[in-house]
């Protein structure tokens, strides 16, 4: 962790330039003709269940999204910990989604082609035995070519702008855009994440507070583009306990979904990642093909 804050230092200062916002990402889709119901922007609440004190904490973090009128999808890494049936029976159940986070949280995913299509194999099983359709991989690794192994209708894999992840390079755009498989129009779509990881913000930069959240957020409802969260269940403390050293207060994510909530109401399409992936797939053909 010490390790990375001074690398985090190191990058800051030759990013400010496209971190938090990089301008660039605003371009619209070829063809863009909006959000449904013509909201304003697209928000998407995603969690990344990284091993079992995060799977521990699901079920307060379901609350409290309830209690404010969200939706989330959370991903479980598939072999990482015992993930519980009975829990995703009851997040689907109550309108929440699941997706796959590898199959272990140890980077050994994109080693060689031959480790990755040996893991695909196993990932497709649990996609079809879970009844997921989308995925993101450990650390944000990605390979975009290679996904198209998986059986699924979206990634996660991707952000908009992000100097601080172990393969950075963003991919300056904050729309889900379509990855399309050579000589084919089958294909995916890519969800890049657009909000700073609560792991970056809270933990590795000691932010105290959701300014930088905010003035982010703010940016992207101005330009029509889509809000897509990341954070971690397994780094919330939910004021039951002591914090550890790699928790932060759960305050700082109520507090975004009240800001939103409060800010924006009514203007906001809040949609779960297969949402997206459906909406887009139906209505964007023409992107698409």
Not at 231 to 246: C, L
Request: hydrophobic share 35%; aromatic share 14%; proline share 4%.
């Amino acid at each position: 962790m010490a390790l990375r804050r001074i690398h985090i230092a190191s990058r800051m200062r030759a990013n400010t330039h496209d971190w938090p916002i990089n301008r660039k990402a605003a371009k619209r889709p070829k063809n863009w003709s909006g959000w449904p119901e013509q909201k304003r922007f697209a928000f998407v609440l995603t969690h990344d269940v990284e091993g079992q004190r995060g799977q521990e904490k699901c079920e307060t973090l379901v609350k409290l999204e309830e209690k404010l009128g969200f939706r989330s999808c959370m991903f479980f890494v598939s072999e990482g910990y015992k993930v519980r049936q009975d829990l995703r029976d009851h997040l689907t159940s109550h309108g929440f989604e699941v997706g796959i986070h590898g199959l272990k949280h140890d980077g050994s995913l994109y080693a060689s082609r031959k480790e990755f299509e040996s893991q695909s194999i196993r990932i497709n099983q649990y996609l079809k035995e879970w009844n997921s359709v989308g995925f993101r991989a450990p650390f944000m690794e990605r390979n975009l070519d290679w996904l198209h192994e998986l059986d699924i209708e979206y990634d996660c894999s991707t952000f908009d702008t992000d100097p601080f992840e172990p393969q950075p390079g963003g991919v300056e755009v904050i729309y889900p855009f379509w990855v399309p498989r050579a000589e084919s129009t089958k294909g995916y779509l890519e969800l890049p994440y657009t909000l700073a990881q609560d792991w970056t913000l809270f933990i590795l930069m000691k932010q105290g507070n959701i300014e930088l959240w905010k003035k982010k957020l703010d940016w992207i409802a101005e330009q029509g583009g889509m809000v897509l969260m990341l954070t971690h269940p397994d780094y919330m403390n939910f004021g039951d306990r002591k914090r550890k050293f790699y928790e932060y207060p759960s305050k700082h994510y109520e507090d975004i979904l009240n800001y939103v909530k409060s800010k924006y109401e009514g203007q906001y399409w809040h949609a779960l990642p297969k949402d997206i992936a459906r909406f887009w797939a139906k209505s964007q053909r023409s992107i698409i093909e």
